[in-house]
Structure formats: C-alpha cells, structure tokens
C-alpha cells in the first residue's frame, strides 16, 4: 500500500448539533496543534448577547485566537454564504502566514459547506442565501411578487417542480423561479441532468465520481461530534434553564428594547432574519410585550407566560439540533461522497459527558497527529463505532431524487401538506395527527385521510 501524502493545506472542520461540546473539542485541538480558531455559527458573528448566541466565554478559549466573532450589529443582516466564504478565507490565509493551524467550529451548516467545498450542485442554493440574490431580484421585479403568484408562475414553465414544492415555501418556489430566469431553463430539467452525470459517473463499487459535483477546497480533516437523542435533548433542557439562570431574559430585553427603538424610528423592523431569528427572543417576545406593557400584569399571568416561553425556547433548541443532523445526514455526507472525501469525516460519540475526554477529545488528537504528522493510512470511519456505521452512511432522501418520483401530500384532518415520504411519515406518527383522528371517530390511523397532489 502507498503511503498517504501530509495534507498541504490542512484545515480541521468540527461539526455536529447544539450542545454536543463542538466549541470545547475545537479548543483542545488548537491547544495541542498549534491552532486557531474560526467561527462558523451565524448567530455568533452578531456582537454582544453571549447567552443567547451562545458564544464561547474567554476563560473557556483558554487563549486560542477565535476568529469571526462580534462582527457586525444588531441592525446588520446576517452575512450571506459568499461574504462568509471570502471572510473566512481571509482569516484562514493569515492563520497559515503564521504558521497555524485554521480550525473551523460551527453549528451553522451551510457555513461550513460552502466554505470546505469549491462549487456545489445547484440544489445546494436553496438552503443558503447568495451574494447575487439581491441583484436577481432587482432584474427581475417579479420574483417579489405574492407567493401564491409565484407558485402559478412556477406551474406554468416549470410544473415538475412547482408540484414538488410545499405551496407556502417562498424561498424554495422563488429559488425555481429564479433559476429559470437566469438560466432559460427549467430547475428540473437541469436536476435530471446532474442525476445522469452521477449515473454515468458511478464507478464499479457504487460510489460517486461526478466530476461535475462538489470538489474540496482543502485538504480537511472533520469531526462530528455526536449525541445520542435522548441524552441530547435532556442536555439541551438543561442548558436552556442554565441560559435563563446566567441572564437570558436580560438580552431578551435587549433586544426587545432595540426593536421598539428601531420600530419608533423606521416603521418597521424586519424580525423574520438576523439577530430576531435567534432561539430565544422570538419565543418570550410574548412575554416581554406583557412585561413592558403600560397596564399592570396579573403576576401569575406573567409566570405562566414565562413557564410557557421557555418551553417553547426548549422545543425550538431541540428542533435546531435535529435540522443540524438531518444537514450532515444527507447534504454534507452525500457531498464528501462526490468528492471522494468520505473518509475525511469522523463520528465522535460525545453522549456521555462523563467520557468526553476519552470518547471525543483524545480520539480527534490522536487522528489529527496522525493526519498531520504521519504517512500512516487512518482508520475507516465507519469501523470506529457502531453509531459511526450507521450514520456516516449516505442517505438519499434529498432533493437529487428525480422529481417526477415526488409525491406531495396533503393531510385533510390536520390541513397539513408534506413534501417528501419522510416528513408524511413523520406527519402521520405525530400526536397532533393522530388526537385529529380520534375526534373524528378513527380507531387508528389506517386507513390515513390524505389526498395526494400529484
């Protein structure tokens, strides 16, 4: 066997959902290697509210440079994919003239993608912003038009994917749209066409080898630090009743203060982007609105308003870890797949908070010196865990299967309409589904009241 080429431009990336200890893994690595480090979370490039972005505190940097944090105010938009891309670049440049070691730690997915990756499919861009969109939309005045509008001009040029979309997902059907205005062609006819490069590029074994498919930008070494579900939700509880001890409401107030000032100024203030995305504010908002309200409120009214609020800002905590996952699951594992980087990512089980340092920390060193110093081959990744076998496997559930095979369905006890099987499955095993078919005097859910669209 060849032995393995030193990476030239090594980058290390740590990845994984909320609360998993990302931050304190990225630390230890830099310690240990020489490293510094850059911000890939969205909501930590925002200066100030520590708590509710959830930054790392200066005694748990334990002096490693952290980069790409407190950048820019509350009034600024969150940087769209390619001005992080040419930040971040910038930073990882002046790490390297120093002779360090870039270290990438992030929660914001899509972040971390664009950057590892020289180019990606163009489905890639209907889960991030680009640097163009605005100037799209400026040439082309109707894609601000209503979203019902919208879909019924998809359904005229492009009918496969104006079906394939849900008919209040505005980005998604806006993002059609788009692409066949600066194309001339249909989104779906240029998606049939990268699935047949793939088929024509699948090699004996089954893996991928598009050559029009994503490419790495450097040579990367990833770790996912993982947590099993039901040990990370309870951590996720636990840290949000530790945020609401350590002065959440304070920064709620924050910016809820800032909002009322900018509402008093300008009319209006955008809360569906930026900072007023946060997990945190838009949930006790409702609280804040009663605890600042001229009228006094009934006390308990306000505590239950509070116990409400902050179950709610525990719900949203745990269905942003499950979109993370679902991110690495399919989008980023499918894409080192095509690049033929699959074995550059490592699961890390970081359940036990206990074994942290012997199941997550000295696991990552050891395979980062090795990486680093060594023409050593490193271990499959698959082979170090069972959790690692299982979901270092590709899944293809994305939006790369053909169109055609999509089947939009819409549920008529709940008025809820899913776009792919898995979110029908999920939709039809829910307790919110299945208290809608006992009031309608169903034994079960089978047979299911749904009416497919297609």
């Known amino acids: 066997m060849k032995p393995r080429l030193q990476p030239k431009l090594p980058l290390i990336a740590v990845v994984g959902a909320t609360g998993t200890g990302k931050s304190e893994l990225a630390v230890e690595l830099a310690k240990v290697h020489n490293g510094e480090i850059i911000n890939g979370d969205a909501m930590q490039l925002y200066s100030g509210l520590p708590i509710i972005t959830n930054k790392i505190t200066p005694a748990e940097q334990q002096?490693?440079?952290h980069h790409l944090i407190g950048r820019i105010?509350?009034?600024e938009q969150t940087w769209v994919v390619g001005t992080f891309v040419k930040q971040a670049l910038s930073v990882i440049d002046q790490i390297r003239a120093r002779g360090k070691l870039p270290?990438?730690?992030?929660?914001?997915?899509?972040?971390?993608?664009s950057l590892l990756f020289h180019d990606r499919l163009v489905e890639g861009n209907d889960d991030a912003n680009t640097e163009t969109q605005n100037e799209d939309h400026q040439e082309w005045p109707e894609l601000e038009q209503p979203t019902e509008e919208l879909l019924e001009e998809l359904k005229r040029v492009d009918p496969i994917m104006a079906e394939r979309w849900h008919p209040n997902d505005r980005r998604k059907i806006q993002r059609s749209l788009q692409i066949y205005l600066k194309t001339g062609r249909k989104a779906s006819d240029l998606y049939a066409e990268q699935r047949a490069r793939n088929v024509e590029d699948t090699s004996p074994n089954g893996d991928l080898t598009d050559?029009?498919?994503?490419?790495?930008r450097f040579d990367t070494l990833m770790f996912w630090v993982h947590a099993e579900s039901d040990a990370l939700r309870?951590?996720?509880d636990k840290r949000v009743d530790k945020m609401l001890a350590a002065g959440l409401l304070d920064e709620v107030q924050q910016l809820y203060s800032h909002a009322a000032a900018e509402t008093t100024q300008s009319?209006?203030?955008d809360e569906t982007r930026g900072i007023w995305i946060?997990?945190?504010?838009?949930e006790f908002k409702t609280y804040m609105e009663a605890l600042n309200s001229c009228t006094e409120a009934n006390q308990a009214d306000l505590e239950r308003l509070k116990r409400e609020a902050l179950e709610r800002t525990k719900i949203a905590t745990r269905q942003y870890a499950k979109r993370q996952i679902r991110w690495l699951r399919i989008k980023m594992i499918n894409s080192l797949h095509c690049a033929h980087a699959q074995n550059s990512l490592y699961l890390l089980d970081g359940t036990d908070v206990a074994e942290f340092a012997s199941k997550v920390v000295q696991p990552a060193l050891a395979l980062t010196k090795t990486w680093l110093c060594s023409s050593d081959t490193l271990p499959e990744p698959t082979s170090l865990s069972a959790a690692a076998s299982e979901m270092l496997v590709p899944k293809r559930e994305d939006y790369s299967a053909a169109p055609e095979s999509w089947t939009k369905q819409h549920c008529d006890i709940c008025n809820t309409t899913c776009v792919t099987a898995e979110q029908w499955q999920t939709h039809v095993r829910s307790r919110g589904h299945r208290r809608g078919v006992a009031k309608r005097g169903g034994a079960s859910i089978s047979p299911i009241a749904a009416t497919k669209t297609s």
């Open 103 to 113: 270290i990438l730690v992030g929660g914001t997915h899509y972040y971390t993608q």
């Open 234 to 236: 309870d951590r996720l």
């Open 278 to 282: 946060s997990i945190g504010y838009k």
């Open 63 to 65: 002096g490693i440079a």
């Open 211 to 216: 050559t029009d498919g994503p490419k790495m």
């Open 73 to 75: 105010c509350f009034n």
């Open 267 to 269: 009319g209006e203030v």
